[in-house]
């Protein structure tokens, strides 16, 4: 499954289904198929994003590429044996394109919306 989250403020930003539904927690969304961020709740969602961001930056502190997972599971729901996997990428990678719609929608004073 995709999810765009899209706004006039700025370009889609467009990710796998288990990745946006991680994201939406972290903006303190509820993981659905249909959503908003208001105009009123960006300044959270953005501050959310950000301490995430920060976590992220600090447990990966200090360690070489090489300490880093290589893979991760794709998100496909088939569990156990036979999950498939795809090149791991960092929580900081995913989230800083959500952040830069977030942070433009709040300037131009736009909501956030997926699954429309």
Do not use: H, N, Y
Not at 36 to 52: M, N
């Amino acid at each position: 499954m995709i999810v765009i989250f899209q706004s006039p403020a700025a370009g889609d930003v467009i990710m796998f289904g288990d990745v946006a539904k991680r994201m939406m927690k972290l903006m303190g969304k509820e993981p659905t198929d249909k959503g908003i961020v208001t105009v009123e709740q960006l300044p959270d969602a953005i501050a959310r994003i950000k301490a995430a961001i920060e976590e992220d930056k600090q447990q990966r502190a200090g360690k070489s590429p090489e300490d880093l997972p290589q893979t991760e599971p794709d998100g496909s729901g088939s569990g156990g044996r036979g999950q498939g996997s795809r090149p791991f990428v960092t929580l900081t990678q995913r989230a800083v394109p959500l952040l830069e719609l977030l942070e433009w929608s709040l300037k131009k004073q736009k909501p956030v919306v997926w699954g429309v």
